[in-house]
């Protein structure tokens, strides 16, 4: 089986982004690494079950260098009874500075949909991230551009040249998660960004998601993407690796 943090090069600050499967990764990541610190740049639901700890702290690195227990949750405030809220990047830089392992970062929400493009204050990746993984769902091929499935339809139409309400193709996706304007928005100079297409199932799912993934690296800066991740996260199974 291939190695999820490996596949992901999980092994700095991964900042996680797009629309089906954030949180399930950076849970599987936390079980599968070592000294794993799982935090976010926005609002997080509550992962408690997923880690050893989580600490609500405005001073991270105190908790951060006097813990043995990992992985280990860190975030500000819980903010409503089924969420916390996030911190700003530059403290999650120095969460990530202060720690020898992994950081792993949720840094925009979707929704709870399969596929999105940003909106125009998001992501939050802290300038000093080393992994970027923009996220989508293979379930959305074949599906309606339109709110069932799609967090801000009208801007993944916008950065994919298309209509709200048009058949969503493996081109779409590749195109959203290879662009600038979507996937790749936000990474810092000298990031790499490794995009996962998720919910890989079956083989038809597995069809969807190869013409996905080499649309990504038709359409992207290959300095910044280096492959692209194919994966049922439920399963923390990689499934292909596109380079």
Avoid: Q, W
């Amino acid at each position: 089986m291939t190695d999820l943090a490996a596949a992901l090069d999980a092994d700095g600050m991964t900042c996680f982004v797009g629309a089906g499967g954030k949180k399930t990764t950076m849970y599987a990541l936390a079980a599968e690494t070592d000294r794993a610190v799982v935090t976010a740049t926005v609002r997080i639901p509550i992962f408690d079950p997923h880690v050893a700890r989580v600490v609500v702290t405005e001073d991270p690195i105190s908790t951060l260098v006097t813990t043995d227990e990992f992985p280990l949750g860190l975030v500000p405030e819980r903010e409503f009874e089924d969420r916390y809220r996030g911190y700003e990047p530059d403290t999650v830089t120095e969460i990530a500075a202060a720690h020898d392992g992994p950081t792993l970062v949720k840094a925009d929400g979707a929704r709870m949909r399969d596929f999105k493009a940003p909106g125009e204050n998001e992501p939050r990746i802290p300038e000093t991230a080393d992994t970027v993984v923009p996220i989508a769902s293979a379930h959305v091929v074949g599906e309606p551009l339109d709110e069932e499935l799609v967090h801000r339809p009208e801007r993944v139409a916008v950065v994919a040249g298309v209509d709200v309400g048009d058949e969503i193709t493996p081109e779409i996706v590749g195109r959203v998660l290879a662009s600038p304007d979507g996937g790749l928005r936000g990474v810092p100079a000298g990031a790499t960004a490794i995009p996962l297409v998720n919910k890989v199932d079956d083989e038809d799912d597995l069809d969807a998601a190869r013409e996905i993934a080499d649309a990504v690296l038709d359409h992207a800066d290959r300095s910044v993407v280096p492959r692209v991740v194919l994966a049922r996260m439920a399963d923390a199974e990689v499934r292909e690796i596109r380079e």
